[in-house]
């Protein structure tokens, strides 16, 4: 009789054990929603973001790749014909493509070498402005050509119109 039940039991548990697990409905699943939270200010420029397309990160990762490697024009494909620029010293400029990326091979020929590390970045699109943007905080350390290090930290905000890239906000502090 004991023989008997333990087969019961065994057989009981092993076909228990072999039923395929039924699919969950999206009925089933629940999304717990942060709930809206009243902050004391209103954002002036938007303040209703999500995350954005990562392929904007990566133009403007593959940008500071090709600057390290001083292969600039293999870039401006992803550039609008002209570019709004905001420097770090809050001088605002529209340049052409062409000059934007005159200055940039101007600025990358003072150094034998450039580096650049990434200790964060994001892209984000603002919804209610139907924008994308993508910021990025940078360490730049480079060798200039009289052999004296250089070392600059940035933040810049890059924003994108069909998939290219038309505004550079930038904002720096040296290094000694």
Same mark, same amino acid.
């Given at each position: 009789m004991t023989k008997l039940m333990l087969t019961a039991a065994l057989s009981l548990l092993l076909f228990s054990c072999s039923e395929e697990p039924k699919p969950v409905s999206t009925e089933e699943v629940k999304v717990e929603k942060t709930p809206p939270v009243d902050l004391p200010y209103? *954002?002036?420029? !938007? %303040? =209703?973001? %999500?995350?954005?397309?990562?392929?904007?990160t990566k133009i403007a990762l593959d940008f500071y790749k090709a600057l390290e490697a001083d292969n600039i024009d293999s870039m401006s494909q992803y550039f609008e014909d002209s570019v709004q620029f905001k420097s770090y010293d809050n001088r605002t400029v529209m340049v052409s493509? =062409?000059?934007? +990326?005159?200055? @940039?091979?101007? +600025?990358? %020929?003072? +150094?034998?070498?450039? !580096?650049e590390e990434f200790p964060a970045f994001v892209c984000l699109h603002s919804n209610d402005r139907n924008e994308d943007w993508v910021s990025l905080w940078i360490n730049e350390t480079g060798i200039l050509l009289n052999g004296k290090a250089d070392s600059t930290r940035y933040q810049e905000n890059w924003? +994108?119109?069909? !998939?290219? @890239?038309?505004? @550079? *906000?930038d904002f720096a502090r040296y290094s000694k």
């Amino acid at each position: 009789m004991t023989k008997l039940m333990l087969t019961a039991a065994l057989s009981l548990l092993l076909f228990s054990c072999s039923e395929e697990p039924k699919p969950v409905s999206t009925e089933e699943v629940k999304v717990e929603k942060t709930p809206p939270v009243d902050l004391p200010y209103k *954002a002036t420029y !938007s %303040s =209703d973001w %999500s995350i954005g397309d990562p392929n904007y990160t990566k133009i403007a990762l593959d940008f500071y790749k090709a600057l390290e490697a001083d292969n600039i024009d293999s870039m401006s494909q992803y550039f609008e014909d002209s570019v709004q620029f905001k420097s770090y010293d809050n001088r605002t400029v529209m340049v052409s493509r =062409d000059e934007m +990326f005159r200055l @940039v091979k101007k +600025f990358r %020929s003072k +150094f034998t070498t450039l !580096s650049e590390e990434f200790p964060a970045f994001v892209c984000l699109h603002s919804n209610d402005r139907n924008e994308d943007w993508v910021s990025l905080w940078i360490n730049e350390t480079g060798i200039l050509l009289n052999g004296k290090a250089d070392s600059t930290r940035y933040q810049e905000n890059w924003r +994108f119109r069909n !998939s290219k @890239v038309y505004y @550079v *906000a930038d904002f720096a502090r040296y290094s000694k």
